[in-house]
């Protein structure tokens, strides 16, 4: 891709964010693969963006669901958080958003179909978020989640499903069994916490942490749940 291509590229995906990047180099470094680094150390992949961008999609998630369900614990609040932030959710806003078509890729990655992969959707979102962080601060980034996250709020914003119902019905129809067990309890006696593991025959355990068994086994069954794909 010749430079002047790659800058017209930016520009028209800057246009769609509705953001005019400072450092052009941030957007540019969000949007590039590992396939295009041939193992130089000296460019940098959308990797380390990701990292932090996870973190401040989290915040910004949360602090959504913050004001928006005053009512509503802990408990309740946290499979609503865990339905907004996870891979299948990033890569819906990242279709939305444009990044597949918009990223580097290596001419390989883009024949086995990497501007559709969910796995590489969901990464460039959260880096693209970091990129907005900080480059615009912590405004651009909301405004983009504001933005491409609407869908995903209206669906949360509705009374989210039980995870632990929801695991109990999907081991059902797989005929497995479902236990949960106390992994660890730890912290003061007015305020514990609880670690519980999700085990369900034939797959890999998930574990949950609360401040009651109650919300460990939501919170296990949750992170069972979107490791197998299914939304809660």
């Known amino acids: ?8 590229s930016l520009a028209a995906l800057e246009t769609l964010l509705a953001h005019r990047f400072q450092n052009a180099a941030l957007l540019r470094e969000a949007l590039t693969h590992g ?71 290596s001419a390989s990655e883009v024949a ?26 912590y405004v651009a980034a ?17 009374t989210p499903r039980d995870a ?11 005929r497995r069994g479902l236990a949960y067990a106390l992994i660890e309890q730890s912290g003061p006696e007015h305020a514990p916490i609880f670690v519980i593991e999700a085990q369900v ?3 890999p355990p998930a574990r949950g942490e609360g401040g009651s068994k109650r919300d460990a086994q939501r919170a296990a069954a949750t992170a069972f749940l979107i490791a197998r794909g299914v939304d809660v």
Not at 67 to 74: G, S, T, Y
Not at 164 to 174: F, Y
């Open 1 to 8: 891709m010749s430079g002047r291509k790659r800058d017209d």
């Open 35 to 105: 396939s295009t680094t041939d193992g130089d150390k000296k460019k940098r992949s959308y990797e380390r963006l990701e990292f932090l961008g996870d973190r401040v999609l989290g915040l910004i998630i949360a602090e959504h669901l913050y004001a928006a369900h005053a009512d509503e614990d802990e408990g309740e609040l946290a499979p609503r958080l865990n339905a907004l932030v996870n891979r299948h959710a990033c890569a819906r806003a990242a279709r939305r958003a444009g990044l597949g078509d918009a990223a580097y890729l």
């Open 112 to 137: 086995q179909g990497g501007r559709n992969k969910e796995a590489i959707l969901a990464d460039l979102c959260e880096a693209v978020i970091a990129a907005l962080y900080l480059d615009g601060g």
């Open 142 to 158: 909301h405004a983009f989640v504001s933005r491409f996250w609407a869908e995903e709020f209206v669906q949360a914003d509705a």
């Open 164 to 174: 632990k119902t929801a695991l109990q019905e999907w081991t059902a129809a797989k």
């Open 201 to 203: 025959e034939g797959f």
